[in-house]
Each structure stands twice: as C-alpha cells, then as structure tokens.
C-alpha cells in the first residue's frame, strides 16, 4: 500500500470506524460501522480519496467521463474525484443518483452532468444494496456503467451482490474490513 493509501487508511481507522451496537439499514445488528462520513467530508482526507480512486479506476482500465453514486454517501467520494481528475487533464463530470425519483419537472433518477461511460462509487459496501440501486437507476437512464469501486467492504457478500448486478464491469474495493481490522491493532499495539 503506498504512503498515500496508507494516511488514507489511517483516517477511515481514527475517524470512520466505531465499535458499539448498531442496526444497519439492512435491519442486522453490527458490533461495528463504518461512518465514512466522518472521512469523505474532511478536508485533509477528501484529495486523497480523490487520488486513490482515480487510481483505481485507471487500474480497472475503466476510462470514465462521469463518476457517482447513490445519494449521499458517493457524493463527496465522486466530488473528491471530479476536482482531482482535472489535475490529470481528463476531467471527470459529476452526478448524484436520487433515492426516489423527482415528483416534478424532468423527473429524473441521476442529476448533475451523468455521461457514459460512467463509474459508480459508493462510501460502504454490506449487503451491496444501495450501489446495486445506483448501477439500475443509471442504467434506466441510459448511462453505460464501466465500473464500480466502494471505499469500503465490510466483507459480507456485498461486493459479490454487486458483481452479480454488474457482470462483465470491472468491481472493486480500495480497503477490506479485514485490512482496516489489522491496521487498527496495529495502531493499537494488539497485532
């Protein structure tokens, strides 16, 4: 993992991940979540997600012109990703995909400046539900989705759900649960 990864990994750790009795959306009881929130709002970590991801998605070989997700926890994953894309001088566009589509005017299910190809990100992958919605609300709209990449994999059969919804796109997650498990003993003196 390079030194950016690394300091990337570092703030999911201090500042995303809590321990306590939690309900998930899926409706399950976790000893742990993942409030990624916490790290794609701030400001130090906010450019190196913006890297990390565009680094992915170049070793996907997916060539996307638009980047996001479900609302709201892709949004400042795919903002992160557009302003760091123009430092590479292949801009990258923006959009945000609703929950429910828009009672008024156009309609829509994705706002923004959607353009195929199209790579959907997401802040946490459990049961892969909310990127699954994303890819479908895409699709319906017309948008070719060239790859997906999560900043997170708890590691419960969400990236495969995922997969199964996407076949034949390129699927990945920048960090496992178990990665974040080991770097937080180690932080911690456990490991």
Same mark, same amino acid.
């Given at each position: ?23 998930? *959306? ?91 190809? *199209? ?62 498990? *080991? ?9």
């Amino acid at each position: 993992m390079d030194s950016q990864r690394h300091l990337l990994a570092k703030h999911l750790v201090q500042r995303s991940y809590v321990r306590g009795d939690f309900v998930l *959306a899926s409706g399950r009881r976790s000893e742990y979540y993942f409030d990624c929130r916490l790290t794609t709002c701030f400001a130090e970590a906010m450019p190196l997600i913006g890297r990390a991801f565009l680094a992915e998605l170049e070793r996907l070989g997916v060539q996307a012109r638009s980047v996001g997700g479900l609302t709201s926890g892709s949004d400042p994953i795919a903002a992160a990703v557009a302003l760091c894309s123009m430092a590479g001088g292949r801009p990258i566009d923006l959009f945000s995909v609703r929950k429910e589509r828009k009672a008024h005017g156009m309609r829509k299910w994705v706002e923004g400046c959607p353009v195929s190809p *199209a790579a959907v990100v997401d802040d946490v992958a459990t049961s892969g539900k909310s990127v699954v919605q994303a890819i479908e609300r895409c699709r319906e709209e017309g948008l070719e989705v060239a790859g997906v990449v999560v900043l997170v994999d708890r590691e419960e059969g969400g990236m495969d759900a995922i997969r199964a919804a996407a076949p034949g796109v390129p699927v990945s997650a920048l960090f496992a649960r178990s990665q974040l498990d *080991a770097l937080r003993a180690s932080e911690r003196g456990e490991g």
